[in-house]
């Protein structure tokens, strides 16, 4: 790549990562992203909530809008 003399620092785009908790909460987290129906999402919490540790709570992230079911 010529940068005509100038310095070329490519990747420096914040992609806003929470890399920590989704490390401390990653196997307690339900993703409804794309999912089609309320049976089938209310399917998923049913089983997240058996794999969750007490005390913990289930945490339903991202994808999901009101318009989704």
């Not at 790549?1 to 401390?24: A, C, E």
């Given at each position: 790549?010529?940068?005509?003399?100038?310095?070329?620092?490519?990747?420096?785009?914040?992609?806003?990562?929470?890399?920590?908790?989704?490390?401390?909460?990653?196997?307690?987290?339900?993703?409804?992203d794309g999912?089609?129906?309320?049976?089938?999402?209310?399917?998923?919490?049913?089983?997240?909530?058996?794999?969750?540790?007490?005390?913990?709570?289930v945490r339903?992230?991202g994808g999901?809008?009101?318009?989704?079911?």
């Open positions: 790549m010529d940068g005509n003399n100038r310095t070329v620092i490519p990747g420096l785009n914040d992609s806003h990562m929470h890399p920590i908790r989704g490390g401390l909460n990653y196997n307690m987290e339900l993703r409804w999912v089609p129906s309320l049976s089938e999402a209310l399917a998923m919490l049913k089983d997240q909530a058996r794999r969750t540790p007490p005390p913990q709570w339903v992230v999901w809008s009101e318009f989704q079911f």
